[in-house]
């Protein structure tokens, strides 16, 4: 039996990479639907090669192209952001993969969770805002939650070396970024560009930004408090440049389980698509001998304050972690618009932190709402204070 596919943002860097490996693992996958928020003709290509039954395109002022370059198209055409949430529960669907960036992909993680489908998860910011209902979902509806980002993976593939309750602690490894030497100043002042140069991984432009300010990170340890229901005190961040070892479990004996390969998202989707079971790969193999060496060291707190923030907010939770997210999504954006220079990016996140009270059992409403005001409050800073300088 072919597994049956739904790939939400397939026109983004993850997305690209899952149809790869669909491509390759030919004809164990059909792809069922795909969609996209802006690039019509990207997702029109695809649409031709892959031939789904459904292809949605998010942002409506673009659904007049689409179907356009799509004409003779005999699957269903959809528009608008609730069309992400058709895909996610339709019944012939059985792998939901959240590619989708930022917490616009919620309330389809969500519909896939509830419709207990397999839900290959790399759009980390609807588990940060929203680990509590998306974990309870899935455990009502018999849905299995399947980590694609590389450190969960690794986490995920390590875990299965002992029981949860045998687990000290999980070593989230981290590139470092960028400006993992850079100075404070130097950081506060580094351009687009600099900031979107990442050292070892392609990827998009926000999760680049986020790698910069390790603010990824953050998102990363709250993410893991989710999937592997850690407390934040069992999970520990380590700079590992080579981005090589791409996460580790320590158990209780003492022992430290590692899953290491190149630095290519094709290796932790792969492995979410053929779960339980393991299959050749398109990816390199890894040359450990050519590298020589592995180095590890301390991430600096100080330096990188959105991964300080981040271990404050994992322990905190309730809405603290959905400002967290919101502020840094509407900072990015103004980062990556030119409005702000890049160390303003964790001073906005700040702001947005002090200023919340915190509640907590939220339903998906309330924490669209205070997702919403964190985002006005960034906005408001803006119109206030100084932009680039
Ligand atoms: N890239 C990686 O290597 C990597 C690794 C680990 C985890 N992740 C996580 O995976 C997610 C996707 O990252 P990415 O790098 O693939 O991002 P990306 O390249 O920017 O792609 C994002 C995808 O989502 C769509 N999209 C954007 N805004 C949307 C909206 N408001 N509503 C619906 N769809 C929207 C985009 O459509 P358009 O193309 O039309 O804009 C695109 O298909 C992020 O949460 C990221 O943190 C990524």
Redesign the pocket.
């Known amino acids: 039996m072919r597994k049956k596919v739904a790939i ?8 690209c ?1 899952t149809l790869q490996v669909i491509e390759a693992l030919h004809p164990a996958y059909e792809v069922i639907a795909l ?5 019509a003709d ?2 029109a290509r695809q649409a031709k090669q892959f031939k789904p039954q459904y292809v949605a ?3 409506d002022a ?1 659904y007049a192209a689409l179907k356009d370059e799509l004409s003779g198209f005999e699957g269903q055409l959809l528009s608008g ?1 609730e069309s ?1 949430v058709d895909l996610a529960s339709l019944d012939e669907v059985d792998i939901v993969v959240c ?4 917490a ?2 919620l309330p389809a993680a969500l519909a896939a969770a509830k419709a207990g489908k397999t839900v290959a998860i ?4 609807p588990l940060v805002i929203a680990g509590e209902l998306l974990t309870t979902a899935a455990r009502e509806s018999g849905a299995v939650l399947l980590p ?3 450190e969960h993976s690794a986490v995920f593939q390590a875990m299965q070396a002992g029981q949860p309750d045998e687990v000290r602690k999980i070593i989230l490894t981290a590139s470092g970024g960028p400006f993992r030497n850079a100075s404070l100043d130097e950081m506060n002042q580094a351009t687009i560009e600099q900031a979107l140069a990442h050292p070892t ?8 930004i ?1 790698s910069a300010t390790m603010m ?1 990170k953050a ?1 990363e340890v709250i993410e893991a408090v989710w999937l592997f229901g850690m407390p934040v005190e069992k999970i520990d961040v380590l700079i590992h440049p080579e981005s090589i070892v791409h996460s580790m479990v320590e158990f209780i004996d003492g022992s430290v389980i590692a899953q290491l390969g190149t630095p290519d ?1 094709k290796v932790p989707i792969q492995y979410a698509l053929t779960w339980p079971k393991r299959v050749k790969g398109i990816a390199e193999g890894l040359q450990l001998h050519q590298l020589g060496q592995l180095n590890f060291e301390p991430p600096d707190l100080g330096r990188f304050k959105a991964l300080a923030l981040g271990f404050e907010v994992a322990k905190t939770s309730g809405s603290a972690p959905v400002v967290f997210n919101a502020a840094n999504e509407a900072a990015v954006a103004a980062f990556l618009d030119g409005h702000i220079r890049f160390g303003q990016i964790v001073e906005l996140i700040d702001h947005c932190l002090q200023i919340h009270s915190v509640q907590s059992h939220l339903t998906l409403e309330a924490l669209l709402e205070i997702d919403a005001w964190a985002r006005r409050q960034v906005q408001k800073q803006l119109s206030q204070k100084t932009t680039v300088n």
Request: charged fraction near 15%; charge should be negative; glycine fraction near 14%.
């Open positions: 939400l943002g397939s026109t983004g860097s993850i997305g990479n969609s996209a928020n802006s690039n990207l997702l395109i998010t942002g673009h952001a992400l590619a989708v960036v930022g616009a992909g790399a759009n980390k910011e694609i980002d590389s991984w392609e990827m998009g432009p926000k999760i680049t986020d990824n998102l998202m």
